[in-house]
């Protein structure tokens, strides 16, 4: 192991952790809004709107991450529609992480039972503060498990943004290599960098399914 090598570009790998955490957070801060919407259209049945949810949940699961933000980054422009590297990784992100998160919501709108929303209704509350009172929080409650995965699985699918010239821990890991060919080292910094990424996000979701889990007892 070269530890001046380590010492020397670990600086680097923390710069480039704060850029994969700025890109994932607001990536899937706008992949649970994407989601919870389409979850919310799936639940009431809307008949438009509910098809045009499933064809983006099929095309948004069925096509590669890469190839959705090629398209973001080189088609849009094509159409007069300019982002930056970043904005392009976060709605890239949230595109295909609202797809996700849309189906694990889905099956939390699916949980409530059906004796609590007549309940609600012959209180005489109306539809959206059924929505907002007693669906979502019941439905968020249960589909804590599949958001937190969700979660974690959009932070690793992050590493792909590095193909549109993002200084993520991907693109300053195989940069190192191609300089410096001490390959063992950057990779080893890599899989570290992702770990204090992920171990937090992953305790955090144990502790919250546990405390939600506890609560529905």
């Keep these: 192991m070269n530890w001046s090598f380590i010492a020397q570009y670990a600086p680097f790998f923390a710069n480039a952790a704060l850029m994969t955490i700025y890109i994932s957070f607001f990536g899937v801060l706008l992949a649970l809004a994407v989601g919870l919407v389409c979850a919310a259209v799936e639940s009431a049945h809307v008949p438009v ?23 973001i980054y080189f088609g849009l422009p094509k159409l007069g529609i300019v982002l ?3 904005a392009c990784a976060i709605v890239g992100l949230a595109f295909l992480g609202g797809s996700y998160m849309a189906e694990a919501l889905r099956g939390g709108f699916d ?63 195989r940069d190192l290599m191609g300089m410096t060919y001490d390959t063992y080292e950057a990779l080893t910094l ?7 990424i992920l171990l937090p996000i992953s305790i955090v979701g144990t502790i919250l399914e546990r405390r ?6």
């Design 190 to 196: 890599l899989i570290i960098t992702y770990l204090v």
């Design 212 to 217: 939600f889990d506890y609560a529905r007892r």
């Design 49 to 71: 709107l509910r098809q045009i949810v499933r064809v983006y949940v099929e095309l948004s699961r069925n096509t590669p991450l890469l190839v959705q933000l090629y398209f």
């Design 84 to 86: 930056s590297a970043q």
């Design 111 to 173: 949980a409530v039972p059906r004796v609590q929303l007549e309940s609600a209704q012959m209180l005489g509350l109306t539809r959206m503060q059924t929505l907002s009172h007693v669906q979502i929080p019941q439905a968020l409650s249960t589909a804590i498990p599949g958001v937190v995965a969700n979660v974690i699985f959009l932070v690793k699918e992050s590493s792909v943004v590095s193909a549109i010239a993002l200084a993520d821990v991907m693109y300053v890991t």
